[in-house]
């Protein structure tokens, strides 16, 4: 560390480097001493560094910067992030945004819509009214019944996101466990005005586990599936199966059990595997809750889901878990709901699919992704983020359930004149403003050139990667999965990886570990970028030497995008 020998007191600080408590004005020192804490360390080596960015020029001195500092500062970050802008290939955002002509004037608004979109509240400093237009435009184009109507089941109900999918899955997760686990649901206290948290009681015909839900989700899927398990305290297949089952796992007989369910090749999800898994625990008289991948985050592959709901609801419909009563307690009402959930984790594929799909009808391109909206009628939920295929300049997404679906709230919230419905409490009422200028200017037409453009694209992407490892003579393990966006291959040097943004992966193939990286094909890349990237990777030390022996066998990182 370069400042051993220095004091605390002495480590420089902030584009003048000077110590940190001689950043002080006299006004903020409280009998000689600065108020807070001095750096016990040198932040400058305690963080990662970007070269672009020099630690010193952005450090905030209590006092600030004057003006010439952060103009220097604030042009170092501006153009690092347009550099990185401009080669971004690797993760599934958008990054060729336009919304500064015309929203920039909202940057000095405050928008939040806290609580139900459906509610109008005393907080009128909202943008609900385009969050509701926006709704309905994704309720449409996914063939849910709109426009939401509280007293009507089968319409839907949904909200924008503050956080992406993440919260859509977090929130789904937690909509289905309360569903399966026998919590009230919303429409039995509309129009009470009382809010119960309740729990039904079992009835003679439930078993002892038929309020303890399953949850079953690939191994491909995002780790925010494993947080939104984790944070909801959901019962895995895996955490069940090995502490009450041990030696009984279905796929392999005296084999510990997956912790995820098995995936094909191509990252969608094994549905023999997840029938035999299912099976397990429905005979038992557990709900079952499964969580598909609409656009698998590596592979970028569709799960089937009409194929898996088929299966599932047929496994359940034989252990009489397809329609199950649910007493409420001290009363004899019940209502009918199933005893599964299929969630469908739409991040990225839920945005650009039913545009491939009309694309595909007019003969733009040869195929489609499968259907997974709610056309297929045990579809429960859904989520998407905002800023992968349609592009926002910050995380936001839509969820979308049924109304006959809603648990209800914990708890009323009159301070805020509207149902606490959604996960957060403020939400980012900017993120609706953009979804809607982002829709408003793209027409069906636009978008569905836009998909059968990246489409294309990716199958280009594809070819020039086959050629150059055809070129190279060397196996770079260059594989799309059927439709997806993405391309993987074999990770190059570290350059070539930090200057395109390149994701990574280390997959297991045939048991050996194999570090992929892949590139995405989103509307700002260009052929041109494609080029550039096969250029870079075409000269002399872009792929690291083989190793020499087999690496050593190691469980598969989860890798973080
Ligand atoms: C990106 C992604 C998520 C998480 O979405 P965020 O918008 O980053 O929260 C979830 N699932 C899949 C399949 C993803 O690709």
Redesign the pocket.
């Known amino acids: 560390m370069a400042h051993d020998a220095e004091a605390p007191s002495d480590i420089p600080f902030g584009p003048e480097d000077a110590p940190w408590q001689k950043t002080f004005s006299d006004l903020r020192l409280v009998g000689g001493l600065p108020y807070g804490t001095p750096p016990s360390a040198d932040p400058r080596d305690a963080y990662i560094g970007v070269p672009e960015v020099p630690h010193a020029k952005v450090q905030l001195p209590p006092g600030g910067l004057d003006p010439g500092q952060y103009e220097e500062a604030e042009a170092l970050f501006r153009s690092h992030i347009d550099t990185q802008t401009r080669n971004f290939a690797g993760y599934?955002v958008t990054s060729d945004l336009d919304y500064r002509p015309r929203l920039a004037h909202y940057l000095d608004r405050h928008l939040n819509n806290v609580g139900d979109p459906f509610q109008s509240s005393s907080y009128t400093l909202n943008s609900k009214v385009l969050e509701r237009a926006v709704l309905d435009y994704f309720a449409s184009l996914w063939h849910a019944k709109w426009p939401h109507d509280e007293r009507d089941p089968e319409s839907y109900w949904g909200y924008l996101l503050t956080?992406?999918?993440?919260?859509g899955?977090l929130y789904g997760l937690w909509n289905a466990r309360d569903y399966l686990a026998g919590k009230r649901l919303r429409a039995h206290d509309r129009g009470t005005g009382v809010l119960t948290y309740e729990q039904a009681p079992k009835g003679e015909e439930h078993g002892p586990n038929a309020f303890h839900p399953i949850a079953f989700f690939s191994e491909d899927t995002?780790y925010?599936l494993t947080k939104a398990v984790r944070a909801l305290a959901i019962d895995t297949f895996h955490a069940v199966g090995s502490t009450r089952y041990p030696n009984e796992n279905p796929l392999r007989p005296g084999a510990p059990w997956p912790t995820e369910v098995p995936s094909t090749a191509d990252g969608a999800i094994d549905i023999e595997r997840l029938a035999t898994l299912v099976r397990f625990f429905a005979c038992r008289g557990y709900p079952i809750l499964v969580s598909l991948?609409y656009?698998?985050?590596f592979k970028g592959a569709y799960d089937d889901v009409a194929a898996v709901a088929r299966t599932v609801r047929g496994i359940c419909t034989e252990y009489g878990l397809h329609r199950r009563r649910i007493r409420r307690a001290a009363t004899d009402d019940h209502d009918e709901r199933s005893g599964y959930w299929l969630h469908i984790?739409g991040?990225?594929g839920a945005g650009y699919a039913p545009f491939l799909e009309m694309a595909r009808n007019v003969g733009m391109v040869d195929q489609a992704p499968p259907v997974f909206d709610f056309r297929i009628a045990d579809v429960h939920s859904l989520t998407m983020?905002g800023?992968?295929w349609f592009g926002t300049p910050w995380?936001c997404?839509v969820f979308m359930t049924r109304t006959g679906l809603q648990m209800t709230p914990p708890k009323s919230s009159e301070y805020i004149g509207a149902a606490d419905t959604t996960f957060a409490g403020s939400r980012n009422g900017f993120s609706a403003l953009l979804m809607w200028d982002h829709l408003a200017r793209h027409s069906y037409d636009d978008q569905v050139r836009l998909a059968a453009g990246c489409d294309r694209l990716a199958g280009y992407a594809h070819e020039r990667l086959l050629d150059l490892q055809h070129r190279l003579g060397r196996d770079l393990w260059v594989a799309r999965s059927p439709q997806a966006l993405t391309v993987r291959f074999r990770q190059p040097r570290a350059e070539i990886v930090h200057r395109y943004s390149l994701a990574g992966e280390t997959v297991p193939v045939n048991g050996v570990p194999r570090t992929y990286v892949h590139l995405y094909v989103m509307r700002h890349l260009s052929r041109e970028l494609v080029d550039e990237l096969i250029a870079d990777l075409h000269r002399p030390g872009a792929f690291p030497p083989e190793p020499t022996a087999d690496p050593p066998r190691r469980p598969r990182p989860r890798v973080v995008?």
């Open positions: 599934q956080m992406g999918s993440s919260e899955n995002h925010s991948n656009g698998s985050t984790d991040a990225l983020s800023h992968k995380a997404g995008t």
